[in-house]
């Protein structure tokens, strides 16, 4: 099985929303709008949604909890004062501080490049940001577990440069459209923007993992398009060859004309822009014979997915990432298709289902934010 045929499993690595779930106002156009109410519980319930279509589809979710959101747990409501300290509402104490906190932790699609070659799991870390970097320790903590699971040893690769993982990575057959920004090609005609995924990083992943050179599509994104996964995804429908459901007005210069050469235009489904923009279509996730979208796409969109045979299973995201951009796609990341883990494993979304339903009654309800903690935040 080649490197490509393999990145499509069943398995897929998710992350659960942090308790005191916040957006920063920061990193894409819709978290550039600052909110001071979410609703930490009803993002988990979104969450909980992906992982029951995961597993509606037939696949499953690997995941485990965060010791650090114990805290955070059985307080009621909560609320973030002008300096980012966390407290219970009426309490005192001090929970936190919001820069601590991973809120941008669920985007498990920022994973690593995750490849099976024998006994050996491998995985070629994401360089993310700063105030992301610590996200990389819940990757490396559960391959080990997963690892162990499976009885495979664990090679870890970490990326010298900017590379914001699978999010930019799309595999249609033996061609990989592989998305990176440029500034000022990616921010042109707006305020400049935070870095996203460089071609050096997607270069230094796929080489590291065996992508042939002849099988890579470079394409630039452009804004508000800040992965590759908010303009597309490969699929696969049965009884026909891989398809790339896409949007091209999301890539830069003439990114679109070498995807559309590179793949064939028999092989692209194209989504319209207000489905790509406003609701996210291309942030869909396929597994195995369901696809995962957005709720809100349109009726032709989902037509589109009907045509190729796949079943739908709509997820609700308004808090989750409606509020940070966001959507199905954002919350996973595949493990490799070739990757067999025992049915018990208390790493399975199936095998602890009751438990991490159960977590719900705990996680706040309601959490505000002092109007002063953004200001100077606002920015892209």
Known sequence: ???????YGELLIVRAPVPATCNKAGANYKSEITHLEYSPRRAYDEWLSILDGIVACGGDAIYQFDATDDVYLDQGELHVDAYGDIRAVGGSETLGNLRDVETGRVFAANGPW??????????VMQH????RRAETDYYRSLLDRIAEAAGLSLEIVDNP???EGMADVAVV???????YAVPGHYDQGTTPKSPRSSREGVTFAADTVGVPPASR?????IYPHFHGDTVHFGARPAGRPPMLVHYAGG???????????GIGGDRILPIDLDDAVHAYAGNSRQVKGGVLVPEGVSAKY???LNELGFAIHATPLYELFGKAGGGPACATLYLPKDLALPADAPIRYTATRDLVRARRERIPERLTVDPDFFAGKSRG
């Open 128 to 131: 993310m940001l700063p105030h």
């Open 217 to 221: 599509i470079y394409a630039e994104l």
């Open 173 to 179: 057959g033996d061609k990989v459209v592989l998305t």
């Open 161 to 163: 440069y900017r590379w």
């Open 302 to 304: 989902l037509a589109a």
């Open 114 to 123: 995750i490849t099976l070659d024998g006994r050996r799991l491998r995985a």
């Open 251 to 261: 890539l830069w210069g003439d990114g679109a004309d070498r995807v559309l050469g």
């Open 1 to 7: 099985m080649s490197v490509l045929d393999a990145v």
